[in-house]
Antibody, heavy 121, light 108 residues
């Protein structure tokens, strides 16, 4: 079945970087956009950006431009999200999620299980 | 950027009730609107897309309506499993996928 499986929890110090992976299975990796969404403890959902796995093209929410990098490896059907210059307010669950379509914007029908990133000195 | 405003923030109801959650967009988004349910410690689950289309496997007691700037999620005959947090999301363009702040549906 269609699955997105993310890498495990991370603990990082302020100023460091973190890279989270999202391994996909059960569908053609290049046929659907992948998004990244974060959720701080007790807070709502915040969209970060997307990657087009077919072209490698990316788009970032303004808040995350310059500090977040989305990449993919089509040979292993895996997407990555890297956040640099981590701050304490980056402590959150990070989710990857699949867009329902490639050709037009759509809802997110499959989500990863989430990766907790804790930033603490 | 398009802002999404949900109301109410918290809603108390009983099993068997019918409830409605509202989501307003700061500008027209046609029907590019989704609803998600999220339980504590879990990833969100897609309920409704394109404002009123029910995702496969979602019970028919969930329904969505609206277009333009005003949208509603209605849950009929509330079941114990429905007490969760609900989020709306707009996806009008590839340059923004904004979520509402969430509505917590709790047992009265």
């Amino acid at each position: 079945q269609v699955q997105l499986v993310q890498s495990g929890a991370e603990v990082k110090k302020p100023g460091a970087s973190v890279k989270v992976s999202c391994e996909t299975s059960g569908y053609f990796f290049t046929d659907y956009y992948l998004h990244w969404v974060r959720q701080a403890p007790g807070q709502g959902l915040e969209w970060m950006g997307w990657i087009n796995p077919h072209t490698g093209g990316t788009y970032y929410a303004q808040k995350f431009q310059g500090r977040v990098t989305l990449t993919r490896d089509t040979s292993i059907s895996t997407a990555y999200m890297e956040v640099s210059r981590l701050r304490s307010d980056d402590t959150a669950f990070y989710y990857c999620a699949r867009d329902r379509q490639l050709s037009v914007p759509d809802a997110f029908d499959i989500w990863g299980q989430g990766t907790m990133v804790t930033v603490s000195s | 950027d398009i802002q999404m405003t949900q109301s109410p923030s918290t809603l108390s109801a009983s099993v068997g009730d019918r409830v409605t959650i509202t989501c307003r967009a700061s500008q027209s988004i046609s029907t590019s609107l989704a609803w998600y349910q999220q339980k504590p410690g879990k990833d969100p689950k897609l309920l409704i897309y394109q404002a009123s289309s029910l995702e496969s496997g979602v019970p028919s007691r969930f329904s969505g309506s609206g277009s333009g700037t005003e949208f509603t999620l209605t849950i009929s005959n509330l079941q114990p499993d429905d007490f969760s947090i609900y989020y709306c999301q707009q996806y009008n363009t590839f340059s923004g996928y904004t979520f509402g702040q969430g509505t917590k549906l709790e047992i009265k």
